[in-house]
């Protein structure tokens, strides 16, 4: 995290704007105070390789906001672990010699988070599962230097499962587990939350560019690979956390996936739609944003910007 003097010193509008490379550019998308239903006050995707944070930053008056950007995929690890048996409040001190086991770094040039799976009250005597958000100092420090040369408030580097866990956390039914798919030029990413908390993970190696490249039996091949990734990946949560009943799994629509949906409801056992906003987040400033499939371009963005409150 930054919190550099000018940060503190300077007042910043409520809410969170998320800064998100990718690699056919960068999206950006701002939220006023994630309470209730959140609206969006605008977004805008900036093509291009490179990442200009300077021209964005005088474009779109980023130092009048509270910053949050991700870590690229490749860049940390997420990694699932039993909860040391000390109390919580040393959790961080002692997972962090267990972490180098996981790490191909040394564990004193490590940046790390700890999250916990909530299981207690669900399945009382059983182990407690975290999760350990960690990169090395290496890959940190440049993310938050590149702000801190502007003067930026960034105030967060997240990461993207986190990210697509705040969206299924809008999108979930009460009482109930929801599973949500999202495709990039990077590959897949499904997430499985409860209660606003993240449960599983998994990526899946499959890019855009593969679907666009792909028709015929190619297309066919990787519609089935897919599937049967989704249905392992169910069945091993269904035999973990039984006490969790998913009630569907949502797919961020692009215009390379087509035929997928269909594909997936006819070979998963849950009922498979695709994810709409539209209900849960105010989306007028930005009309665009009406059709699921724009959402879709904005999605990690919009994710990192329905940060709580409580995490600020």
């Known amino acids: 995290m930054l919190s550099s003097w000018f940060a503190r010193r300077r007042r910043l509008k409520s809410g969170w704007l998320a800064v998100c490379p990718a690699q056919d550019g960068v999206a950006l998308a701002a939220l006023g105070a994630v309470s209730g ?4 006050e605008w977004a805008t995707f ?3 390789k490179e990442l200009d944070l300077a021209a964005l930053a005088k474009a779109h008056g980023l130092s009048a906001w509270r910053l949050v950007t991700l870590l690229a995929p490749g860049s940390y690890q997420l990694v699932q672990m039993n909860a040391p048996a000390v109390p919580r409040t040393e959790w961080k001190e002692a997972l962090r010699w267990q972490l180098k086991d996981f790490i191909d770094f040394p564990v004193e040039q490590a940046s ?3 999250l916990e799976i909530p299981t207690e009250a669900y399945a009382p005597g059983r182990p407690t599962s975290v999760y350990v958000v960690v990169a090395a100092n290496q890959q940190v420090a440049p993310v938050m230097q590149r702000f801190d040369r502007l003067r930026l408030a960034l105030k967060v580097i997240d990461i993207p499962e986190l990210a697509l866990r705040n969206v299924a956390a809008r999108l979930e039914e009460e009482n109930r587990g ?3 798919l999202a495709f990039d030029a990077g590959g897949g990413l499904l997430v499985i939350t409860f209660k606003g908390e993240l449960y599983a993970s998994r990526r899946i190696e499959i890019s855009l ?3 666009s490249q792909a028709d015929g039996e190619r297309r066919q091949a990787l519609f089935e690979r897919i599937g049967l990734e989704l249905q392992r990946t169910l069945d091993a949560f269904d035999r973990q956390y039984s006490f969790i009943s998913i009630a569907r799994l949502l797919l961020a629509p692009r215009p390379e996936l087509g035929g997928l949906i269909d594909y997936l409801a006819s070979s998963l056992y849950v009922p498979v739609e695709a994810m709409d906003l539209s209900e849960r987040i105010d989306l007028s400033a930005v ?3 009406k059709q699921p499939v724009e959402q879709s371009r ?3 963005a919009l994710g990192a910007a329905l940060r709580p409150e409580e995490a600020a």
């Open 178 to 180: 929801l599973a949500l």
């Open 287 to 289: 009309p665009a944003l």
């Open 37 to 40: 239903r959140p609206r969006l």
């Open 298 to 300: 904005y999605l990690f």
């Open 112 to 114: 790390f988070d700890v």
């Open 209 to 211: 560019a593969q679907f």
């Open 46 to 48: 900036a093509e291009g």
